[in-house]
C-alpha cells in the first residue's frame, strides 16, 4: 500500500493548529519542510475528520463542492 509521508498524529497537530489561528500556512510548512497546501489539508480534515489521515491503499476522489 502507499506510505504516508507525515505521521497521522504530526498531520492533526498541524491542521489544528492550522485552524485554531495559531499559526499561518507557511509557518507550519516550514515547520514540516513542505510545500504542501496546509489549507487545503485544513478542509480535508473539516470534511472528513481524523479518519483523513488514514492510510488508504488507493488513491481518494472528491467531489467538486469539496475541492471549492
Same mark, same amino acid.
Given at each position: 500500500?502507499?506510505?504516508?509521508? =507525515? ?10 493548529? =492550522? !485552524?485554531?489561528?495559531?499559526?499561518? #500556512?507557511?509557518? !507550519? %510548512? ?5 510545500? @504542501? $497546501?496546509?489549507? %487545503? +489539508? ?6 472528513? @475528520? ?7 491503499? #488507493?488513491?481518494?476522489? =472528491? +467531489?467538486? $463542492? !469539496?475541492?471549492?
Amino acid at each position: 500500500g502507499r506510505k504516508n509521508k =507525515y505521521l497521522k498524529e504530526l498531520k492533526l497537530s498541524i491542521v489544528k493548529r =492550522y !485552524l485554531e489561528g495559531e499559526e499561518s #500556512t507557511i509557518s !507550519l %510548512a516550514k515547520e514540516i519542510n513542505t510545500s @504542501g $497546501n496546509i489549507g %487545503a +489539508t485544513g478542509k480535508k480534515y473539516n470534511a472528513f @475528520g481524523e479518519s483523513a489521515f488514514d492510510i488508504s491503499n #488507493t488513491n481518494a476522489s =472528491y +467531489t467538486k $463542492n !469539496l475541492k471549492k
